[in-house]
């Protein structure tokens, strides 16, 4: 099941009301060379991600983001319309990859799916939901790989309800 992608329209998820297999998507995110340069001049200082001129000599072959403008563009998307996760998105850690690099041009969303929930045996109030988020542009490619364990709150019961 895929959710819908207007997060004003979508209550919060709790552990309880996750599945797997359970997809969302995000919007989408438009991304300049301007844009690209800014974060790499603060961030990233490599020239593949500052000079198009430099970068044709590099492996990119060409102006690229750098991946952690990459990875908080992510965040920016599942934050805002990709993972409407009840306590916001809170990392217990992950792993992360870039497939192929992000160009100016790019539109990008974020696909994700839940991979494995685990209620926590010693905190009955959390648990740990594993999620896959693949980072795309307009051409469907992949540009990112984000496997992450999330904390989530589970639903509070009340004492005698079910």
Request: no cysteine.
């Amino acid at each position: 099941m895929t959710e819908p992608t207007n997060s004003a329209a979508r209550r919060r998820l709790t552990l309880d009301d996750l599945t797997v297999g359970q997809r969302f998507v995000s919007g989408t995110y438009a991304l300049d060379a301007d844009e690209i340069r800014g974060f790499a001049q603060v961030y990233d200082p490599q020239p593949f991600h500052l000079d198009d001129a430099s970068a044709q000599a590099t492996l990119f072959r060409g102006l690229a983001a750098s991946g952690w403008h990459t990875a908080a563009i992510t965040m920016r998307l599942n934050v805002e319309s990709g993972l409407p996760l009840e306590g916001g998105i809170i990392g217990a850690g992950a792993e992360i990859s870039w497939p192929r690099p992000t160009r100016p041009g790019d539109v990008l969303r974020v696909e994700s799916e839940v991979i494995e929930i685990t209620p926590s045996r010693s905190r009955p109030d959390r648990g740990m939901a594993t999620v896959r988020s693949e980072t795309k542009n307009q051409r469907d490619e992949v540009v990112q790989v984000l496997v992450a364990k999330l904390v989530l709150p589970r639903r509070v019961v009340a004492p005698g309800q079910p």
